[in-house]
Nanobody, 125 residues
Framework: QVQLGESGGGLVQAGGSLRLTCAAS????????MGWFRQAPGKEREFVAA????????YYADSVKGRFTISRDNAKNTVYLQMRTLKPEDTAVYSC??????????????????WGQGTQVTVSS
């Protein structure tokens, strides 16, 4: 079992930055993958970024590539999502998730078994 808790969301003006934190408690391994997803009002949840727990591999949605950076601190069992140059279309509830990279593609929700409660990010124009 893995428990996840996000923090760091809030209201920011377009062009601003925020850093989201996802603290994980429970069992992780070198096969663990941690991902960030987001869901805007009236839209389906979409993949944002992912990072593997063993070899440091990162993956990004095209819409955030070059603006968002995912990183991890294994000692703290924590994953970060640094978001820069935020746009109004980045407004959403951001959720972190944990899964096993052997189960499937990291951009797919079904790869992930555990989800946090989400944190709201609102970008004003």
């Amino acid at each position: 079992q893995v428990q996840l808790g996000e923090s760091g969301g809030g209201l920011v003006q377009a062009g601003g930055s925020l850093r989201l934190t996802c603290a994980a408690s429970g069992r992780t391994s070198t096969n663990t993958v941690m991902g960030w997803f987001r869901q805007a009002p009236g839209k389906e949840r979409e993949f944002v970024a992912a990072i593997t727990w063993g070899v440091w591999n990162t993956y990004y949605a095209d819409s955030v590539k070059g603006r968002f950076t995912i990183s991890r601190d294994n000692a703290k069992n924590t994953v970060y999502l640094q978001m820069r140059t935020l746009k109004p279309e980045d407004t959403a509830v951001y959720s972190c998730a944990a899964g096993d990279k052997r189960r499937g593609a990291m951009v797919v929700e079904t790869t992930y078994d555990y989800w946090g409660q989400g944190t709201q990010v609102t970008v004003s124009s």
